[in-house]
């Protein structure tokens, strides 16, 4: 309803300002020309998504909330190669062309595991989860179009005119350019870091469980007509004492509203039908608009209950199945597209590692806290939406490390040098875009937890703590186990010295 698209499009408005302020405060003039991509990427997206006819839903506007966060994430990688060439010394034209050339690969192999991980969620979902899916992809390949192509051309257009053109400001000029931290000497620290929270979080998985959601358990769904129009939140904390967690949706009119329940789901008895519904009639009675019998309020007609519905186990199975194979096939698809693009399985291990990681602390914190957050923290379709959009972003983030790792290592063949070094080096000169990156995406999701609305909460929730885990995992777990698994699976046997004999 209205309420839905107002509150999603406030978070679309100040997510986007807030993305259009950081670049120019990063990264100055050329910025400009950034936001003017941005705009045009956004253009082009509502473009194709009209011309499809897709539908709109919430969980689609946040994809289109989450996709300004994520499309800023190109031109980060190609401003940030740009400043590197600039500050070997290059002049500003041959910066620009050098900058876009080796940073083609990175955004490529970012977008393109992104957009994977958002098929297999398109293939796998259903409803909303589709709209999701549909969104972030499109927007996936705008962003691509836009960054590499417009910002180009505005970039060329502009230095053609003899300008100048700068890619920072005074503040950021220098801003983490001369970072020089051993990552590796640390990576037991990291690994026991990573290992406590992973217990954790699988301790808390195994005793106390999830609170799993209508799609996953089955429940009781109530259409319901007031005489006035109702506010859904109002109706959700009415019946919240009695029923625990509900989701209360505006369903037609505005007086009319969809109630979903999963209050002993596993009980499906005429007994718990009844209870359930002398539940609605009496603590609805503040808002029903005029006194009503409990007969009048079940006849379907006029006011009260104008229909009911049972979701059985078996349907929850179903999507419950599909959910998991979703999760499972994108990480297989994830692990054969690193094989071939970077042609070792060590790679493929280690992004498949951080991924697990990822998904294991999400899925953790969600056990931990349903019972404590003010909000709910379901698992259902949208939980799962999020999780593979975890997974996409984490992905993105080890492809960009990993690319500067094959990169450098081209360069330590020919020149020689220490294989550590080469990946502590590697991560600290990507370490600006990651973190960057996720700052971006973190006030995004943000913006959408705050102004998207009650039903994007915990959708919201999900994207912060798996994007902070995926940058965590990119940096001090994917590149260790890589040079682990390198080390180990390279050595070779020492080679005894000859004997002399007599």
């Known amino acids: 309803g209205q309420e839905a698209i107002t509150s999603g499009f406030i978070s679309f408005a100040i997510a986007g300002l807030i993305i259009f302020l950081w670049m120019l405060f990063y990264y100055g ?12 990427n956004i253009l082009l997206m509502f473009g194709i998504l009209v011309s499809i006819n897709s539908v709109l839903t919430l969980p689609g506007i946040a994809g289109i909330v989450l996709t300004i966060g994520m499309s800023i994430d190109a031109n980060v990688i190609i401003f940030g190669r740009i400043r590197e060439e600039l500050r070997n010394g290059k002049a500003l034209t041959q910066a620009i062309h050098d900058g876009f050339s080796h940073a083609i690969t990175s955004v ?4 393109i595991t992104t957009f994977l991980t958002g098929a297999v969620l398109f293939i796998f979902g259903s409803g909303p989860i589709k709209g999701f899916a549909t969104t972030l992809m499109i927007g996936i390949i705008t962003t691509i179009f836009t960054a590499v192509f417009i910002t180009r051309l505005l970039i060329d257009w502009y230095v053609a005119k003899g300008k100048d053109l ?17 990552f590796l000497s640390k990576r ?10 992973i217990l954790i979080s699988l301790g808390s998985m195994f005793t106390r469980g999830f609170d799993q959601g209508i799609d996953f358990v089955g429940g009781r769904s109530y259409q319901v007509r007031f005489k006035n129009p109702v506010e859904t939140q109002k109706v959700a904390s009415l019946l919240k004492k009695s029923l625990g967690s509900v989701e209360v949706k505006t369903f037609g009119a505005a007086n009319q509203v969809r109630i979903s329940t999963k209050y002993k789901y596993n009980d499906e008895s005429t007994q718990t039908d009844n209870e359930i519904q002398e539940i609605l009639y009496k603590d609805l009675q503040p808002v029903m608009g005029e006194k009503i019998s409990y007969e009048e309020f079940m006849s379907g007609e006029g006011l009260g209950v104008m229909k009911s519905d049972k979701t059985g186990p078996s349907i929850a199975e179903d999507i419950k199945s599909s959910a998991v194979w979703a999760i499972i096939g994108s990480l297989i698809i994830i ?10 399985w ?43 959009t975890v997974i996409g972003y984490s992905l993105n983030d080890t492809v960009i490390i990993f690319d ?12 020689g040098g220490d294989v550590n070094e080469l990946v502590n080096t590697s991560i600290y000169q990507t370490l600006t875009r990651s973190l960057y990156t996720v700052f971006t995406v973190l006030f995004t999701t943000f913006a959408l937890y705050y102004f998207g609305g009650e039903t994007t909460k ?26 682990e698994l390198k080390n180990r699976t390279e050595r070779r046997p020492a080679v005894k010295p000859a004997t002399v004999e007599g």
């Open 108 to 111: 490529l192999d970012a977008n």
């Open 404 to 415: 500067r790792i094959r990169e450098n290592l081209k360069l330590h063949f020919r020149r």
């Open 346 to 388: 060590q790679f493929s291990m280690g992004a498949v590692a951080a991924l697990t990681h990822d998904v294991i602390i999400t899925l953790g914190a969600f056990s931990l806290l349903y019972s404590v957050m003010p909000f709910s923290l379901e698992i259902d379709q949208q939980f799962i939406a999020a999780i593979l």
């Open 335 to 344: 692990f054969g597209y690193i094989l071939v693009r970077f042609r070792k």
């Open 458 to 483: 915990d959708f919201a929730f999900a994207l912060l703590v798996g994007f902070a885990s995926g940058c965590y995992s990119s940096i001090f777990i994917a590149s260790q186990l890589w040079i």
């Open 29 to 40: 003039r050329a910025g400009v020309f950034a936001d003017i991509a941005l705009l045009f």
């Open 188 to 197: 037991k620290l990291w690994y026991a870091i990573s290992g406590i929270l």
């Open 166 to 182: 700068s890619f920072s400001t005074s503040l950021t000029k220098n801003l983490l350019a001369n970072i020089n931290v051993d």
